[in-house]
């Protein structure tokens, strides 16, 4: 089926060609917008990533040029108008589990990089400052640590952070996994979680619900010096609120591989250029906030799992077969 991949690296080409050659793929560098949607006239699938956007106007004109499938190449479906594709004829397919593990890890690198003040080091040591003023960090262990979601990536996190480094795991989800609570991990409300946590750590999917989840509010009930990751999404957090606790000291490190407003900046080189972004220019002047590009899942594993399953969901709707990983607004809605 004739395909036309949106915010194409060569890095996302090399892992889909590693998957066998024939794949009727147009490999597209811009990234999904009204302005561009016209890319893919003709082609009767998309596949998308996470700062694509198929807003209704989006999708409008990606079905007046024949096409009948988006194909994301992510888990999350935050950037795709659900209802709107649902009228227009379009099916919507994902790759729901490609390596939780990336994300977790990753989540457990920036926990760790923020705590202990490594990000720091690292720049520190490289213009030959040993000195320690300014580094000195927490001991995770016999921490209070609140997950909020515990699906795929969630519950791995949480059970390293009970398992591997001792500490009290709370965590909040719309359903609870027995597993983890047999491993010790306590379920809570959200307040008590922002209440109580040393450590919080976000792995919940954007939805109306979940949209500034840590905002003012939650902000000045955490723990004076509470450390806060996010993995997920960037609007799981209101960025100006996580500023102005991050200046009071409330909050006492903040790692995010996600922002809010990511879509015109993340996988680009932007080196030479003046950020228009003050808002993010403003946090990362911060000494303890990390922030990294939406890298989370960027392992060899993750990226050969995600050409692998893209593919065989674009198989699937070309075969007319059942869509295994169809994501549908009704389903959502519930
Ligand atoms: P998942 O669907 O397995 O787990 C999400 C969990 O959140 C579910 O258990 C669900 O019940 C829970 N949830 C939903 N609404 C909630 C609410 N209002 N309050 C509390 N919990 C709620 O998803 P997975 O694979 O664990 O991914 C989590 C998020 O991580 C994704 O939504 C995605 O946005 C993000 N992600 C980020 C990546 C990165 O590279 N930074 C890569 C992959 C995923």
Same mark, same amino acid.
């Given at each position: 089926?004739?395909?036309?991949?949106?915010?194409?690296?060569?890095?996302?080409?090399?892992?889909?060609?590693?998957?066998?050659?024939?794949? /009727?793929?147009?490999?597209?560098?811009?990234?999904?917008?009204?302005?561009?949607?016209?890319?893919?006239?003709?082609?009767?699938?998309?596949?998308?990533?996470?700062?694509?956007?198929?807003?209704?106007? @989006?999708?409008?004109?990606? &079905?007046?040029?024949?096409?009948?499938?988006?194909?994301?190449?992510?888990?999350?479906?935050?950037?795709?108008?659900?209802?709107?594709?649902?009228?227009? #004829?379009?099916?919507?397919?994902?790759?729901?589990?490609?390596?939780?593990?990336?994300? &977790? %890890?990753?989540?457990?690198?920036?926990?760790?990089?923020?705590?202990?003040?490594?990000?720091?080091?690292?720049?520190?040591?490289?213009?030959?400052?040993?000195?320690?003023? #300014?580094?000195?960090?927490?001991?995770?262990? #016999?921490? +209070?640590?609140?997950?909020?979601? +515990?699906?795929?990536?969630?519950?791995?996190?949480?059970?390293?952070?009970?398992?591997? *480094?001792?500490?009290?795991?709370?965590?909040?989800?719309?359903?609870?996994?027995?597993?983890? /609570?047999?491993?010790?991990?306590?379920?809570?409300?959200?307040?008590?979680?922002?209440?109580?946590?040393?450590?919080?750590?976000?792995?919940?999917?954007?939805?109306?619900?979940?949209?500034?989840?840590?905002?003012?509010?939650?902000?000045?009930?955490?723990?004076?010096?509470?450390?806060?990751?996010?993995?997920?999404?960037?609007?799981?957090?209101? +960025?100006?609120?996580?500023? %102005?606790?991050?200046?009071?000291?409330?909050?006492?490190?903040?790692?995010?591989? @996600?922002? /809010?407003?990511?879509?015109?900046?993340? *996988?680009?080189?932007?080196?030479? %250029?003046?950020?228009?972004?003050?808002?993010?220019?403003?946090?990362?002047?911060?000494?303890? @906030?990390?922030?990294?590009?939406?890298? &989370?899942?960027?392992?060899?594993?993750?990226?050969?799992?995600?050409?692998?399953? +893209?593919?065989?969901?674009?198989?699937?709707?070309?075969?007319?077969?059942?869509?295994?990983?169809? @994501?549908?607004?009704?389903?959502?809605?519930?």
């Amino acid at each position: 089926m004739r395909t036309a991949m949106f915010s194409t690296k060569p890095y996302d080409r090399r892992s889909f060609e590693d998957q066998g050659p024939n794949h /009727e793929i147009a490999w597209l560098e811009p990234r999904l917008s009204a302005e561009t949607a016209s890319l893919a006239h003709g082609f009767e699938a998309v596949c998308l990533f996470v700062n694509d956007d198929a807003n209704a106007d @989006v999708l409008s004109i990606l &079905a007046g040029g024949g096409t009948k499938l988006v194909a994301l190449r992510c888990a999350g479906f935050n950037n795709v108008d659900l209802a709107a594709a649902e009228r227009l #004829g379009i099916a919507v397919v994902r790759v729901p589990a490609y390596s939780p593990h990336a994300v &977790a %890890e990753f989540t457990i690198g920036l926990l760790l990089a923020i705590v202990r003040r490594i990000h720091k080091a690292y720049t520190r040591t490289r213009e030959s400052n040993f000195a320690l003023d #300014g580094l000195l960090g927490f001991d995770l262990h #016999g921490r +209070t640590a609140g997950i909020i979601g +515990t699906g795929r990536i969630g519950a791995i996190v949480a059970r390293i952070l009970a398992s591997g *480094f001792g500490c009290r795991v709370l965590a909040h989800d719309i359903h609870r996994d027995g597993t983890l /609570e047999a491993a010790g991990v306590r379920y809570a409300t959200i307040d008590e979680i922002i209440a109580e946590s040393d450590v919080i750590s976000l792995h919940c999917p954007l939805t109306p619900q979940t949209h500034h989840l840590l905002n003012p509010a939650s902000f000045a009930r955490m723990r004076e010096g509470a450390i806060v990751v996010n993995t997920s999404r960037g609007a799981l957090i209101d +960025t100006e609120a996580a500023i %102005e606790a991050l200046k009071s000291g409330r909050l006492g490190g903040l790692a995010i591989d @996600v922002y /809010e407003q990511e879509a015109d900046l993340f *996988f680009e080189d932007l080196s030479a %250029e003046i950020i228009q972004d003050d808002t993010l220019q403003r946090l990362m002047m911060f000494p303890n @906030v990390l922030v990294t590009g939406h890298q &989370a899942f960027f392992t060899r594993e993750a990226l050969a799992a995600i050409a692998k399953t +893209t593919l065989a969901n674009i198989a699937d709707f070309a075969a007319g077969r059942e869509l295994a990983n169809a @994501v549908r607004a009704a389903a959502v809605r519930g």
